[in-house]
């Protein structure tokens, strides 16, 4: 299919380029995006080991979905005449074709190899990361489409959403530096510093910004954001109703009744956690991207940072857990990886939305910041329930101020 649909793309480019460079996009999302929630819906249910795999169908679907773009590219070649050889357009672009489908099955084979390797040993866990992987692909098609202005060609923004992911990558890693789980003081510590990271976040890097963005559009801008700021927590409430999780520091579980593993649990928990940090960091690089005059561009980096920064012992408090219930480091690793994955995925579509529709910055900012504090506050009485929780509320103080300095340092600088 990827060397076929250019080529198809070329054939049919010069009658139908307009309406296939409108469509294509949207098939791909809806295809892929279908595709991969199917997949993490199985790796979800109890009945996932049953599952023989892949069918025919789905993987006509998939091989479709995935060479779609491909198919963009062969339109391309109307438009910019591929040059190989001395020879006619159709002979240059039947070479390019052809090393495209030889470099294609390659990789696709290196792909089965690995997969082979490790779909059995991580089972759900890889099934969630590829059904994940496809609707981010689905989502980076539509989003390429649409984003007229180039946002995601900036390599500042890229940068930016993946910083995050060390730090999740980090956190994750510790499981084998260390094989005993931490203290009920280091937990305390490293629970209340993340905490207090993501309070300041939401507070000084959400809310008062959007506050002041609002009052420099002559509004009164506590208003409407008081208003977002609701909805941001009523949202958060509503994942927290409709998403069977076990909370990391209490055992609590909540949502709907499920026979999930607990360690899927453990896992959507940090999933739920992670959703506004995607949503505020899209849109701090937005504000980035835009030269927006009331955030500073050094305030994106600060709070990437930041997030980065307290992804690391909300990793630990993921893999951490899985490990203890007898499950392999490779997969309690790989579990706690899959959890930061919302946060550059919906930091990629916040960006683009708030591009696409600027005086949405603010209220979008507004959203962020009240499911912030909702997750933080949320999680403050299963760590209060520990005895001596000094510790973790002078963490929580440390990293409140730290992320507090930081952003105000940037912005007077």
């Known amino acids: 299919f990827q ?6 793309g070329f054939l049919i480019g010069e009658r139908f380029e307009k309406y296939i460079s409108m469509i294509a996009p949207w098939v791909a999302f809806g295809l892929l995006s279908l595709i991969g929630l199917n997949m993490i819906r199985e790796a979800l249910s109890p009945e996932e080991d049953l599952s023989p795999g892949f069918d025919i169908k789905t993987m006509f679907m998939m091989a479709v979905a995935t060479s779609i773009d491909a198919l963009a590219v062969g339109i391309t070649f109307v438009a910019v005449p591929v040059k190989v050889l001395k020879a006619g357009n159709l002979a240059n672009v039947i070479i390019a074709v052809t090393v495209i489908g030889v470099i294609t099955f390659i990789i696709s084979a290196a792909g089965v190899g690995i997969g082979s390797v490790f779909g059995d040993r991580y089972k759900s866990g890889s099934e969630i990361m590829g059904g994940t992987i496809l609707i981010f692909i689905g989502f980076r098609s539509l989003i390429t489409f649409l984003d007229r202005s180039q946002t995601l060609a900036d ?4 940068f930016g959403m993946l910083i995050p992911l060390i730090g999740t990558l980090s956190g994750s890693a510790v499981i084998y530096a260390k094989k005993q789980r931490f203290s009920d003081d280091i937990r305390m510590i490293l629970a209340g510093c ?5 309070f300041s976040i939401a507070v000084w890097g959400m809310i008062e910004p959007a506050i002041g963005g609002l009052g420099k559009a002559d509004t009164n801008g506590i208003i409407p954001v008081t208003v977002c700021f609701c909805l941001g927590v009523m949202i958060q409430i509503l994942f927290d109703r409709i998403v069977p999780h076990t909370h990391i520091y209490s055992d609590i ?14 896992m959507l928990t940090e999933v739920i956690h992670h959703i506004p940090e995607g949503i505020a960091l899209g849109a701090i690089y937005a504000a980035h991207f835009m030269k927006t005059e009331w955030i500073p561009s050094s305030v994106a980096v600060v709070l990437a940072i930041a997030i980065a920064f ?3 012992p909300e990793a630990i408090c993921v893999s951490f857990p899985i490990r203890e219930k007898g499950t392999g480091a490779g997969k309690a690793f790989f579990m706690g990886v899959v959890s930061g994955v919302p946060i550059p995925l ?10 696409l529709f600027s005086g949405s ?4 900012m507004a959203v962020a910041g009240g499911a912030l504090i909702y997750t933080t506050i949320e999680e403050i009485p ?5 005895k001596d929780n000094d510790k973790g509320t002078l963490a929580f103080a440390a990293g409140f101020a730290a992320v507090m300095l930081l952003i105000f340092l940037k912005i007077s600088g």
Do not use: C, F
Not at 361 to 364: A, D, M, T, V
């Open 3 to 8: 060397a076929v649909m250019p080529l198809t």
């Open 155 to 158: 390599s500042d923004t890229i």
């Open 194 to 198: 993340a905490s207090g990271i993501m």
């Open 253 to 266: 579980t909540e949502g709907p009744e499920s026979r999930l593993s607990p360690d899927i649990k453990v």
């Open 310 to 312: 307290q992804n690391v």
């Open 346 to 355: 919906l930091g990629v579509v916040t960006v683009v939305i708030v591009v």
């Open 361 to 364: 910055l603010p209220y979008i």
């Open 382 to 386: 299963h760590i209060a329930s520990y």
